[in-house]
């Protein structure tokens, strides 16, 4: 069992940075793949961004690519989002997940296996 804790949501203004964390519980969190999706009002679950196990490949979606950044930190059992050039449409719940089964690295919610409560990012324009 993991358990995801997601931090450093807030509000900033278009142009600016924001740094969201995810820490996690459990012995087994370094071989789990992990991702963030976003979810923003009246809209579906939607996938941001990736990372597999070692933090050797990711893969993120186009409308964050080149100002978003995924990386992990085994050692201290957490997931940054690293969020640059915000924009107003970047505004939504974030949540970081974590896929149980499997290596490759996925867009569909329904494989990962655990989820973080949701943090609240919104941009002003």
């Known amino acids: 069992q993991v358990q995801l804790v997601g931090s450093g949501g807030g509000l900033v203004q278009a142009g600016g940075s924001l740094r969201l964390s995810c820490a996690a519980s459990g012995r087994t969190f370094s071989s789990y793949p992990m991702g963030w999706f976003r979810q923003a009002p009246g809209k579906e679950r939607e996938f941001v961004a990736a990372?597999?196990?070692?933090?050797?490949?990711?893969y993120y979606a186009d409308s964050v690519k080149g100002r978003f950044t995924i990386s992990r930190d085994n050692a201290k059992n957490t997931v940054v989002l690293q969020m640059n050039s915000v924009k107003p449409e970047d505004t939504a719940v974030y949540y970081c997940?974590?896929?149980?089964?499997?290596?490759?690295?996925?867009?569909?919610?329904?494989?990962?296996?655990?989820w973080g409560q949701g943090t609240q990012v919104t941009v002003s324009s």
């Open positions: 990372i597999n196990w070692s933090g050797g490949s990711t």
């Open positions: 997940a974590a896929r149980k089964n499997g290596n490759s690295l996925t867009t569909k919610p329904l494989a990962y296996d655990y």
